[in-house]
Nanobody, 128 residues
Framework: QVQLVESGGGLVQAGGSLRLSCAAS????????MGWFRQAPGKEREFVAA????????YYADSVKGRFTISRDNAKNTVYLQMNSLKPEDTAVYYC?????????????????????WGQGTQVTVSS
């Protein structure tokens, strides 16, 4: 069983920054590919960013590329999402997810249905 707990959400003005954290349980966190997704009211969940288990590969949705950065600290069992230049359209509940498959060191996972565990989410609200 893996538990994921997100934190760091909040209310910020457009142009501001937030850093989300996702703390994971489990002794083999360093072998999990991780991802961030978001869901705005009335919309489907969408992919935001992903990182391979080694941290050597990352991938971003076009809508956040150049503004968001995903990273991980395997010693702390934590994955981060640094969000800069926030826009009102970034308002959503943000979820982290873990993929426990035995993946190649450079593989990133962008499809939600491939993830095994999800956190409870953290609200990000960007005001204009």
């Amino acid at each position: 069983q893996v538990q994921l707990v997100e934190s760091g959400g909040g209310l910020v003005q457009a142009g501001g920054s937030l850093r989300l954290s996702c703390a994971a349980s489990g002794r083999t966190f360093s072998s999990y590919a991780m991802g961030w997704f978001r869901q705005a009211p009335g919309k489907e969940r969408e992919f935001v960013a992903a990182i391979s288990w080694s941290g050597g590969s990352t991938y971003y949705a076009d809508s956040v590329k150049g503004r968001f950065t995903i990273s991980r600290d395997n010693a702390k069992n934590t994955v981060y999402l640094q969000m800069n230049s926030l826009k009102p359209e970034d308002t959503a509940v943000y979820y982290c997810a873990a993929d426990l498959r035995d993946l190649n060191t450079v593989v990133v996972v962008t499809r939600g249905y491939e993830y095994d565990y999800w956190g409870q989410g953290t609200q990000v609200t960007v005001s204009s």
